[in-house]
C-alpha cells in the first residue's frame, strides 16, 4: 500500500469557519474542521470526488434524507469558535497539531499534555493501488482499551482483536469469539491509560477491517488500524470526559433514539414452531390460553415468519390459509386479552412469490449491473431476490403490502427480519435513489431504509399511536426507528454469559434498545436451572423477548418446566414491578442520549475495578443487576463501585447494606436474582390492581428509598 504525501497545511475561513486543508500527491485533499467544542471531523477526499458521496448515518437535526444527506452538508452543526497557530488550531477542548511528513495528525483535549489520540508516527494514511482499500493508522498503547464496533462477542475491551463491519445471518454464532454478526457499526471509543476518552466515526457504508492490536511489524511501534474496504476515509473525533460524553455525542450525531410505544417495555412471546405449526392459529390461541392459566405478563407476542409459509419458503406479505383459517380473528382474541401483535416480514422474494414479476418488472429488485436483471441468491430454502430499498417504487410497495397484509389484519407493527444483505455476487448494485450504488457499499443501508419504510407506513396506518418495530440488521441510523437484538443465540450457559457482554457492547455503540432471544434461539431446549437464570439476566434488560426455534418442535415459554416456572414468572413480574423506573430511562435515552444498561465503568469511570470484566451491568444509574451465569452457582461474588461520601448499596429486596468499593459474596439461590440499589436511589415502583396480572401502564404504588 502507498502512503499519502501531502504539502503544506493552509487554513480557510474564519474563526468557526475555519478548515485546515492539505492538498495530497495524488491529486485529492486532506480537511479538519471542528464541528462542536468536542467534535471535529477529518475528511480525505479522493481526486475523483468521493465514493460516497451522501451518508445515511449522519443526522444531527435527527433525520436523514430519504436519498441521503450530502457528505459536504453542515447543516444541524453549531460550528464553534477555534484557534489557530502554524500547524495546531481548535477549541478550548479539543486541538489538533497537524504534519505533513508523513502526514499525521495528534489530538489534545481538555488542555492534557498527553495527546488523546495521535496517528502512527512513522505512516498513517495509505491507499492500495490495486484496489479501493484504504487504511487509516493510529498509534497503540498497551493499556488502552478499545469498546464499541456494534453487536460485538467476548471480553468488552476489543484490545488485541480483529474485528468486521460487515453484516451476516449469524444462526448459532460463537457467542465469544464470533464475528462478525449482525450489524455494520464503525464506531468504537478509546480509553487511554491515563484515563482518556475519545471516540472515533468512520462515515462509511463499506465493510472496515479493525484490527485493535492483533498485528504486529517490527519496523513500527505499536499500533492499530482500520481498513476500509473500497469506501471513503472520513471520520469524526468525539473527545469527552467520560463514556458517557461520548456515546451521548456520538448519538446526537446520528440522529437520537426513538422512544417506542410503552407496551413494548413489557415482556414478550414468540416461536418459530408456533407460526410454523399445521395447526398454527390452534397453536397460538392454545399459547394465549396458557399464559393466561398460568397468570403471567406478557405485553405482546411477536408472530414468526410461519403465517406467510409453505413448508419452510417464506412469502412476504401473504398468509398461508390452511393455517391461519382466520387470522382477523385470532388478532382480535390477542388484543381483548391485552396483547399487542408484531409480525415477521422479510426482504427478499423468492423466485415464486406471486409479486415477484410486478416488482420485477418495476425494477424493484437488487440488480447485475452488467444486464439490470435482479441477482438471485439462496434465500429460505429457495432463490430469491432482495428488495431495492433505494427505490421509491420499491418503498411503495413496501408500505402498501405491509399495511394491507400485515397491519389491516389487525397487525401493529413489523419485524424486520433476515435483513443484512450479504450478497456475494460482485456486480450487484442499487439504485440509489437514481443515483446508482455499488452492492458492496450499500449492504448496510438497505435495513435501514427497510425499517424506516416499517416506521412511517405504521404511522401513516395509526397516526396517533407511537411507533415500534425491530430490526436485527442495520448500521448507525437504525436506532432512530427501532429496538434491535443479538441475533439467533443457542441455548446454552456460554450463550447466556457472553449475550450479556454483547448487549453491553451495543449500548456502549449507541444501540440502547436491545436484547436477546430469552432462553436461546437455536439448539436444544434449556433445561430447567439454565432458563430461569436465562429469564433472570434478562427480565431487566431494555428488550424482553422469549423466542425459540427448536428441531424438536418444542417452544420455549416461562412455563416450559414447571418445577422452575414460579421462578420464571417472578422474574418477569420483577420486571413489571420496576416498570416505572424501567421506563424512566427510556425517556432518558431518549432525550439525554443515554445507555438504558451499561456496565459499571460507564457510572464509575474513575474506579478502576470497574474497568475490569465481569458479568454485572447498571440499570440506569442506580440499579447494579448481578446476574447468576454459571450452572449450579448459588452464591455471587460481586464488586460494588465505590461510591461517594461513604455511600453504601443496598440488597434490593431485603434491605442489606453492603459496602462500596469492595468485593461481596452474595445468597444466589435459583429464585434469587442479585439486585442492589445505591444510597440515595429512590426508585419507583408499580402495581396491578388486587387479582389482576401485572401490566406495562401499572399506576405507581411505592417510591422504593434507600
Known sequence: MTPWQATAWRFQGDDAGRVATTSLDDGGEMQVRFLGETLARVSLRPAGGW?????????????????????????????PATGAEENRFGTSQLSVTLATGPLGLCW???????????????????RQGRGGLVR???????????YGLGDKT????????????AGLDALGYDPERGDPLYKHWPFMIKRAGNGQWVGLYYDTLAACTFDLGCEHDNYHDFYRYVEIDDGDLDYYVIAGRSPAEVIAQFVQLIGGTQLPPRWSAGFAQTAMGLADAPDAQVQLGKFLDEAIAHRVPVSSFHYGSGYSSRGKRRYVFTWNASKFPDPKALN?????????????????????????????????????????????????????????????????????????????????AGWNDNNEYAINEDYAQSSGFGRPVPMHRSRGLHPLLMTRATYEAQQAHSPQAPVYT?????????????????????????????????????????????????????????????LARWVQACCLNPRMVMNSWKADGVTTVPWLHPEVSAITRSAIELRYRLMPYLWSLFERAASQH???????????????????????FMLGSSLLVAPVVEEGATRRHIYLPQLPQGGQWFDFETGQAYASGQWHTVDAALDKLPLFARSGAAIACAAPAPGQVARHDDPVSEIRRF
Request: hydrophobic share 35%; proline share 7%; aromatic share 12%.
Open 154 to 165: 467476548g471480553p468488552l475491551d476489543l484490545h488485541g482483536r480483529r474485528l468486521r463491519t
Open 332 to 412: 382480535a382474541r390477542f388484543h381483548e386479552a391485552g396483547l399487542m401483535l408484531v409480525a415477521n416480514t422479510k426482504p427478499c422474494l423468492l423466485d415464486d412469490h406471486p409479486a415477484f414479476g410486478a416488482v420485477e418488472a418495476a425494477g424493484g429488485f437488487i440488480q447485475d449491473a452488467r444486464t439490470g436483471q435482479p441477482v438471485l441468491e439462496p434465500f429460505w430454502d429457495g432463490q430469491g431476490s432482495h428488495l431495492d430499498f433505494s427505490n421509491p417504487t420499491t418503498l411503495a410497495w413496501w408500505k402498501d403490502g405491509l399495511t394491507r397484509m400485515v397491519l389491516n389484519y389487525g397487525i401493529d
Open 51 to 79: 465514493r460516497e458521496p451522501r451518508t445515511w448515518a449522519v443526522a444531527p437535526q435527527g433525520q436523514a434524507p430519504w436519498e441521503g444527506r450530502e457528505r459536504e452538508d453542515l447543516s444541524g452543526f453549531n460550528l
Open 594 to 616: 443515554e445507555p438504558i444498561i451499561r456496565p459499571t465503568f460507564y457510572d464509575f469511570p474513575e474506579d478502576a475495578q470497574c474497568l475490569e470484566g465481569c458479568d454485572d
Open 136 to 146: 487509516h493508522y493510529q498509534a497503540r498503547d498497551r493499556a488502552d482499551r478499545y
Open 108 to 126: 489534545h483535549a481538555f488542555g492534557a499534555d498527553t495527546p488523546v489520540l495521535q496517528d502512527r508516527a512513522t505512516t498513517a494514511y495509505l
Open 470 to 530: 425491530i430490526t436485527r440488521g442495520g448500521m448507525p441510523g437504525i436506532q432512530r426507528y427501532a429496538q434491535t437484538w443479538t441475533g439467533d443465540n443457542s441455548s446454552d450457559w456460554r450463550n447466556l454469559r457472553w449475550n450479556l457482554r454483547t448487549g453491553l457492547q451495543m449500548s456502549l455503540s449507541g444501540m440502547f434498545n436491545v436484547g436477546h432471544d430469552v432462553g436461546g434461539f437455536f439448539g436444544p431446549s434449556p433445561g430447567p436451572e439454565l
